[in-house]
């Protein structure tokens, strides 16, 4: 899938010169569910009980740049499952301090949605891993990263995610009648994964440069 940024404060995730990426990788990992934390509420959802809650946690970019190619985060589940989950945002900003500084930068992005049979187990709950594919370069640097189900609330009120152990600044939170951001769950992030590719730069196949191997 390709993204088109209209938000200057996108203009921070920069195409970067790619070559063949190398294989998938995980390139972020704060999957492991801290049980005994808050619920943390990220859900673009309507009708009675809903909210309009978008949450992002912090990450680093290293020197040699990421193409993201999927994006997961988890979430607990007052209903049995989230059949039909198929849309929701993926939000991207820079991050220059311990909160966001604008509002949140929403692309609409296709969701999948699989019970964490591995997690299920090991809390004794389901936990369900929301995913988003995408093909995001970002060049090194700091940001802010989240995923926004959108998902119809019901009688139960509406899917919230799991905490992880804190790294970096906590998520934070936007509430969207609300704002601005909010440090809301002071000591926790919320449970997610990034994986993708580190970029391999195009050699310059100059022939000053073929040359030089023959020296």
Same mark, same amino acid.
């Given at each position: 899938m390709s993204f088109r940024y209209g938000k200057a404060s996108l203009v921070a995730a920069v195409l970067l010169a790619l070559g063949t990426n190398a294989h998938a990788m995980t390139l972020w990992d704060q999957s492991t569910i801290a049980p005994a934390g808050p619920a943390i509420a990220a859900s673009n959802s309507s009708g009675f009980g809903g909210l309009f809650v978008h949450s992002v946690?912090?990450? @680093?970019? !290293?020197?040699? +740049?990421?193409?993201? @190619? %999927?994006?997961? &985060?988890?979430?607990?589940?007052?209903? !049995?499952?989230?059949?039909? #989950? @198929? &849309? +929701?945002?993926?939000?991207?900003? !820079? %991050?220059? +301090?311990? #909160?966001p500084t604008s509002a949140p930068v929403t692309v609409q992005s296709p969701m999948s949605c699989v019970t964490d049979a591995a997690q299920s187990a090991a809390l004794g709950q389901q936990v369900f891993a929301i995913s988003a594919t995408v093909n995001i370069s970002l060049a090194p640097g700091d940001y802010w990263i989240g995923l926004t189900p959108t998902k119809g609330a019901t009688l139960n009120g509406v899917n919230l995610m799991w905490p992880s152990n804190q790294v +970096?600044? !906590?998520v934070a939170s936007y509430t969207m009648s609300a704002g601005p951001w909010k440090d809301q769950y002071p000591g926790w992030d919320g449970a997610f994964k990034i994986e993708g590719d580190l970029p391999v730069p195009a050699k310059n196949s100059t022939w000053g440069n073929v040359k030089a191997y023959y020296h």
């Open positions: 946690d912090d990450v @680093t970019v !290293p020197a040699s +740049g990421w193409v993201i @190619t %999927k994006i997961t &985060q988890y979430y607990s589940a007052f209903e !049995p499952n989230w059949t039909g #989950l @198929t &849309q +929701g945002f993926i939000n991207i900003q !820079p %991050k220059s +301090g311990g #909160l +970096g600044d !906590p």
